[in-house]
Structures are given as C-alpha cells and as structure tokens.
C-alpha cells in the first residue's frame, strides 16, 4: 500500500491522536529540567543526542510539512495565510493570557504594561518573551513562562518556504524535488549558522522530508520494511534518522485501526504545558520528574479542551463547514 492508497482509502487516520502523544511526549521530556534544574538532561539525550522532546518537534514538523503541503497545494497564498492565521494565534491568545494569569497566581508582579507587551509581542511569534518578572519564584527555572513557543516561529518560516516552494512549481516535477532536498540538506549541513538559523535547519529539513513525502505519495509504500531498513540507517546521520521517524509516524497514522479523534487537542496541551508545570513545581516544590509529567498532563488535558471548544474550533467552525 502507498501512501496516496492509505489517504483515500475512505477509513480514518490516526493524525490527531498522533499529534496528540507528540504534544504529550514533549511534556514528559520536560519534566526533567523542570523538576531538577535546567542543566538536567532530558530522557533519550544523552542516548541519542536529541532529548524525547526534540524528537516529538521534529515528528511535529515531519507531520507539518505533510498536511501543509497539501493546503499550500489546494489554496491561494490569501486562504492559505487566512487558514494558518486562525489556527495559529486564537489558541496562542488563549495560552498567553493562561501563563499570564498564572504567573501572576506565583506572585509575579506583572503591571498592564508588562502584561500587554508580553502578549503583543508573543501574539508576533518571532519577538517572543520567555521571562515574566517574579513568575515562578520558588520553581527550579524561576521566571521562564512558556518555554515552548520558541518552535512557532520556525514553524510559520517552514509555512512560508513550501508556500514559495509549492507556488514556483517545485513539487511536481523531479527536478525542483531534488533541488528542494539539496537546499534543506545544505541548509542542515552548513556550518557556523547564525543561532536562530542552526536552530530552524534541522527542523526545515524535517519539515521537507513531510513535503516530500506529500510529493511522492504516489510512490511512498507503507510498509514496515521500509521502516526498519531506515530505522537501520538512522544512526548515519539525522537526515535519516528524521526519515525513520516520519515513515514510522506514517505507518501509525495510516496503517493501524483508525481511531480518529473528534477534537484536537494537541495544540493547546502542547503550548499551556509548560505554564502549568512551573506552575505545579512552584505551588508543590520536590515533585519528581514522573510525578510532574502525570500531574501537569492531568491538568492540561482540560485546560486544552477549553482552549479547543471555546476558542480554537469556533474560529475554524466557517472553514470546516467549507470543506
């Protein structure tokens, strides 16, 4: 079976569960630095080089550059703007105005001023604010309010290079695949990057290989062999480990019994997680790093059902009535 084959087949898919464990793997990976110091490493970084939650961002991108593809594909640049737009910054609102809130239940001292520009200037995605004064105090990381909006910047730069990509043509033909490869791979491999632009590489490269995967569904078998020959290769370099990886999420995604989700969640759990746990860590000092990990999902699970049912899917309810 192809992956083309898998996606019309009729049955449903398992993306939004995906997403979902990814979100929650990021959590579990930061319970670590969280509970015991920043300088603490996170699960799978001292075996693999790059801790579970860096693994579960990049699977995010992979899975980004798959469906993004497909809509830089299907709209013009305005819908395909207007659509990013209203998934992106309704639910980052929310999350801004939750850590806000929280911090200030941490005995930060936050004026209106400080609050507005902390939400303006995240709301930008690329002048973000991490510290928020007196937030957090007694935690390990004091002041650090929401480390994981770092990845949506670069997620909104990979939006724009497969819109440019998918616009100049560059996805249907041999030729502007390869050429696309080789432009993620140089970027990937080129040295003495600028810090934001070292930090994007690796990601756009995963991001691509989604785009590519999207290019070549035709041709992309779903099958576990392929899985486990790149799986065997993955050791070679992140290129290949990234492919294993998203050829992996594929075949869940497609070949397991669907169990499609009626809502997605992982938006909101992945950006109100780290809020939480500080928060968690403050009020409840001494919290092991599994005992963080389980509280802070049992209590960002609802946090990011609100986000969903009250702001996120509203804002999409005339998009998905379209479709």
């Known amino acids: 079976?192809?992956?083309?084959?898998?996606?019309?087949?009729?049955?449903?898919?398992?993306?939004?569960?995906?997403?979902?464990?990814?979100?929650?793997?990021?959590?579990?990976?930061?319970?670590?630095?969280?509970?015991?110091?920043?300088?603490?490493?996170?699960?799978?970084?001292?075996?693999?080089?790059?801790?579970?939650?860096?693994?579960?961002?990049?699977?995010?991108?992979?899975?980004?550059?798959?469906?993004?593809?497909g809509s830089a594909e299907r709209h013009t640049a305005w819908s395909f703007w207007t659509a990013r737009g209203l998934r992106l910054l309704p639910?980052?609102?929310?999350?801004?105005?939750?850590?806000?809130?929280?911090?200030?239940?941490?005995?930060?001292?936050?004026?209106?001023?400080?609050?507005?520009?902390?939400?303006?200037?995240?709301?930008?995605?690329?002048?973000?604010?991490?510290?928020?004064?007196?937030?957090?105090?007694?935690?390990?990381?004091?002041?650090?309010?929401?480390?994981?909006?770092?990845?949506?910047?670069?997620?909104?730069?990979?939006y724009a290079l497969c819109l440019a990509a998918v616009k100049l043509g560059l996805l249907r033909h041999r030729a502007g695949l390869v050429a696309l490869a080789v432009?993620?791979?140089?970027?990937?491999?080129?040295?003495?990057l600028p810090a934001r632009a070292d930090t994007f590489a690796p990601l756009f490269l995963a991001f691509t290989l989604g785009m590519l995967a999207h290019a070549l569904h035709d041709l992309l078998p779903l099958s576990p062999r392929v899985t486990l020959a790149l799986v065997v290769l993955a050791p070679l370099g992140w290129p290949l480990a990234v492919a294993a990886l998203g050829h992996g999420l594929l075949m869940l995604a497609?070949?397991?019994?669907?169990?499609?989700?009626?809502?997605?969640?992982?938006?909101?759990?992945?950006?109100?997680?780290?809020?939480?746990?500080?928060?968690?860590?403050?009020h409840l000092p001494g919290l092991t790093p599994l005992v963080l990990a389980a509280l802070t999902l049992a209590v960002t699970l609802p946090l990011a059902a609100v986000s969903w049912h009250l702001v996120e899917r509203p804002m999409l309810a005339p998009r998905l009535a379209r479709a």
């Open 254 to 282: 497609f070949r397991l019994p669907a169990r499609p989700l009626r809502q997605d969640l992982s938006y909101g759990l992945y950006l109100l997680g780290w809020p939480v746990a500080q928060s968690l860590m403050h």
């Open 1 to 69: 079976m192809t992956l083309s084959q898998a996606m019309t087949s009729g049955r449903g898919n398992n993306l939004h569960a995906l997403r979902l464990l990814l979100a929650a793997a990021v959590i579990v990976s930061h319970a670590w630095p969280m509970a015991l110091g920043a300088a603490t490493p996170e699960p799978l970084e001292t075996l693999t080089g790059h801790s579970l939650g860096g693994w579960a961002v990049a699977g995010f991108f992979f899975l980004s550059g798959l469906l993004i593809a």
């Open 183 to 192: 432009a993620a791979l140089a970027l990937w491999a080129a040295p003495d």
């Open 91 to 158: 639910g980052l609102g929310f999350a801004l105005v939750v850590t806000l809130l929280l911090a200030m239940l941490s005995g930060a001292a936050l004026t209106p001023a400080v609050s507005a520009t902390y939400v303006l200037r995240g709301i930008t995605l690329f002048s973000l604010e991490h510290h928020l004064p007196g937030a957090f105090a007694a935690a390990p990381m004091p002041g650090v309010a929401n480390g994981p909006l770092w990845s949506l910047s670069h997620e909104v730069t990979a």
